[in-house]
């Protein structure tokens, strides 16, 4: 890539030792201070009720993360093959080289990452742009490094392609949208560059990303909660970007439930596989962005528009929080109770809200669910329960407080209990089960990509390595990412970094995964430097608000 700097890896400092980490006290990790930044209350830490009545900003450069009760995870966690200290690894500095051969200059100016760089493909497609949710964990790697720029050029540029009209076919899309991706065109012969975006309309199955815009207000606060730098948060332009994505999200309609509608494809699941109507994905994500946001906008002196938006946001917290936390959650006991629902129930007293007919529990899940341990489903919505396991939602359901500390160590508790089926031998699938035969065609329109447990369809994706690491340390159990790190070391450097792997244990390179995928390269290097300094962890996660805590109670007139 034209203007590629070489730059050397800088030095992370250990607090301890990896072998050490099991027995000691993670929460005194978690409050290593970082940069120049004090220990005060942060603004995360304050309740939903407080910030209703006005009170006032303040404490977003403060560093706070705590632990989620629970401490150490039980005897079933599987041992670690190497127990030793943070000495390098080989593929760390493999890791890096990719990673700055992926970057991209705009104008001299480091402004992203390539999504993909395979010479061997016979195909480009959109691999040569950057993607807005690709560059998440790139942008982490490099803050966690000590190198801001090319995340704030990033936020930058993104925000300056929201302002185009978007337009597909002859169909304006709302203001708030962000692009899916967009690329750097180089003249040589002008020695000029341009932007093009894509917003939907190059897209496989031309669908618009709902996520691409909440992705960019949580990498907005990990930025500011890195470098302690609030201008950026604090300009005028992001303010009005982040307002534009939230009141495309928070307008008011037709639906009933404050779950966020969307379509398939709209996210990460890029292609069909009826996730249609409230994935669990979206919701975690639009959760966390609306806690993000909150921690960002300015309360003071910006008129009634932005009074409005953070009520509609506070309000919405507090609904959602309370519809996936009752709605979403599943674990032994509701499985119970679903599998005796009574059907046709009309009025508010109704448990079967949904109408949920308990001849559609799958078989798989009468197996697949422990005793002891919990998940947030995939979808929920009339007359359908997707109880399928989706990897990023539950990841970004812990990392963001959706859900409860006991929700998030039965989470952890199902990955122990099911670790073969999750994790298997390279880390994570991204769904569980894969659908196939009759199902598989009517689902995915006969997808050739989407087949049993490629791709999308029960993949493994080594970079979802680094939301499970976070999620591990958030819930004091980093010995379970430190063996999925383990698993994924034996194999991605071999394998060229691909983009995901096939099969129910994710032993074979995807049949058409691309090598050297950035996001799986960056998705290790956060990994291993999150385990390494817990108090990275502190930039992406988010505490629970004790106010949004529900009382979940079955109704009463529900009876056996």
Not at 54 to 61: H, I, N, P, S
Not at 267 to 296: H, K, N, T, W
Not at 305 to 314: A, D, G, L, Q, S
Request: aromatic fraction near 10%.
């Amino acid at each position: 890539m034209d203007g590629t700097k070489q730059m050397g890896l800088r030095n992370v400092s250990s607090t301890c030792s990896i072998s050490e980490m099991d027995d000691f006290d993670l929460s005194r990790l978690l409050d290593k201070p970082r940069l120049n930044i004090e220990r005060q209350r942060s603004f995360d830490e304050r309740s939903l009720s407080e910030l209703s009545i006005g009170l006032a900003r303040g404490g977003l450069d403060n560093y706070e993360c705590t632990n989620s009760p629970g401490g150490r995870s039980g005897f079933d966690t599987p041992a670690s093959s190497t127990r030793n200290s943070f000495e390098p690894h080989p593929m760390v500095a493999d890791a890096w080289e990719a990673l700055r051969k992926s970057m991209v200059y705009f104008r001299g100016q480091p402004v992203g990452t390539l999504a993909a760089i395979d010479h061997a493909a016979e195909e480009v497609l959109n691999y040569d742009q950057i993607f807005v949710r690709d560059f998440v964990p790139s942008a982490l790697a490099f803050l966690m490094n000590g190198e801001p720029e090319i995340v704030k050029n990033f936020l930058l540029k993104t925000l300056h392609l929201q302002g185009w009209e978007k337009r597909i076919d002859r169909f304006k899309l709302g203001d708030g949208v962000m692009p899916a991706s967009f690329k750097v065109l180089h003249d040589p012969i002008r020695k000029t560059d341009t932007l093009m975006a894509d917003f939907g309309e190059s897209a496989i199955g031309r669908v618009a990303p709902v996520d691409s815009g909440f992705w960019w207000i949580i990498l907005l606060r990990a930025y500011t909660k890195s470098t302690g730098d609030h201008s950026l948060a604090d300009s005028p332009d992001c303010q009005k970007g982040m307002r534009l994505i939230l009141t495309l999200c928070l307008s008011e309609g037709f639906d009933t439930f404050p779950t966020l509608l969307c379509a398939d494809g709209c996210s990460m699941v890029d292609r069909r596989m009826g996730i249609y109507g409230y994935p669990i994905e979206i919701q975690a994500l639009f959760f966390m962005a609306l806690r993000s946001a909150l921690s960002m906008l300015k309360q003071e002196g910006e008129g009634r528009e932005c009074k409005e938006c953070i009520e509609k946001i506070v309000k919405r917290l507090h609904a959602l929080s309370y519809h996936m936390r009752l709605y979403f959650w599943l674990d032994f006991q509701n499985l119970n109770d679903i599998y005796r629902y009574k059907t046709e129930e009309y009025s508010h007293t109704a448990v079967n809200k949904f109408n949920v007919i308990p001849d559609s529990i799958p078989e798989w899940l009468f197996d697949f669910m422990p005793t002891r341990g919990g998940y947030f489903i995939g979808n929920v919505s009339p007359a359908r329960m997707d109880f399928r396991w989706f990897a990023l939602g539950n990841c970004v359901a812990i990392l963001s407080s959706l859900a409860t500390p006991e929700q998030s160590n039965a989470i952890m508790d199902l990955i122990e209990a099911r670790w073969d089926e999750l994790v298997g031998d390279m880390p994570l699938k991204i769904c569980y089960p894969a659908i196939e035969g009759h199902e598989w065609r009517i689902v995915t329109g006969c997808d050739p990509k989407n087949t049993r447990w490629s791709y999308h369809n029960g993949g493994s994706w080594p970079v979802l390595l680094w939301l499970l690491t976070a999620a591990c340390i958030k819930t004091g159990r980093p010995q379970i990412a430190r063996r999925a790190i383990d698993l994924a070391e034996t194999r991605l450097l071999k394998d060229s970094w691909p983009e995901y792997y096939d099969g129910k244990l994710g032993r074979f390179i995807g049949k058409q995964a691309r090598k050297y995928q950035t996001w799986s390269v960056a998705g290790y290097l956060v990994a291993k430097m999150m385990l390494e300094d817990p108090s990275h962890l502190g930039m992406i996660s988010l505490e629970e608000d004790k106010q949004m805590k529900p009382v979940l109670k079955r109704s009463t007139s529900w009876t056996c």
